[in-house]
């Protein structure tokens, strides 16, 4: 595990993994070990708010694992407070659409609208290897999406036309370069 934690404030923080990483292009492995899931989702969760991220997957912290952890209780219009942790998740049906501006830790400055499912039910485990199958909708289901292609190799921007890719083209080339593009841009 290609990985370098810094501690701030007494809590590990890791470092994100930005654009251009092999790692962020692979497709993760399940987990069939949960030994040190209890330690790595605190380390996640301690680098996703120390980055005012509402998601994280664990490829975007350098872990080729399916694993991913969301909070998205700072948002002004979100009612649902609880932090998730989601291993081995998988979708297994969605239904509707909906289009939503994302960012991404890994890629910053750029943000986009993305057409996503509008609500999608998911199969899980959680850190006492206990199977769950939930439907979500709204924003978490949105996060949930995004991290999930993050564990399959994809980043938001994929979905974008071949148009709009070439004007941010020059910031992911800084973005593999220098960690961040010299300019952001909303697309």
């Known amino acids: 595990m290609k990985n370098q934690t ?11 993994v930005k654009y251009g990483d092999p790692i962020l292009r ?7 070990d949960f030994t040190s ?20 997957a664990a490829n975007q912290v350098g872990w080729s694992l399916n694993l991913l952890v969301l909070d998205t209780s700072n948002l ?11 291993i081995n998740s998988k979708i297994i049906s969605t239904e509707g659409s909906i289009v939503l501006e994302e960012g991404c830790l890994s890629v910053p400055d750029i943000r986009a609208d993305i057409i996503r499912p509008e609500t999608i039910t998911l199969q899980y485990q959680d850190l006492n290897q206990n199977f769950h199958e ?13 991290e999930l292609d993050h564990l399959q190799g994809k980043f938001f921007i994929d979905y974008l036309p071949p148009a709009k890719k070439l004007l941010i083209n020059k910031r ?13 841009i909303i697309l």
């Open 134 to 146: 939930n439907t979500f909708s709204g924003i978490v289901s949105r996060v949930i999406q995004h």
């Open 37 to 56: 899931l209890p330690d790595m989702t605190e380390k996640m969760f301690n680098t996703m708010y120390e980055e005012n991220g509402i998601g994280l």
């Open 6 to 16: 810094q501690t701030t404030k007494s809590n590990p923080i890791l470092s994100i």
């Open 172 to 184: 992911l080339l800084e973005i593999a370069e220098k960690g961040r593009p010299s300019t952001g």
């Open 26 to 32: 692979k497709k993760v492995k399940d987990i069939t």
């Open 76 to 86: 002004e219009d979100e009612a649902n407070n609880e932090p998730y942790i989601f």
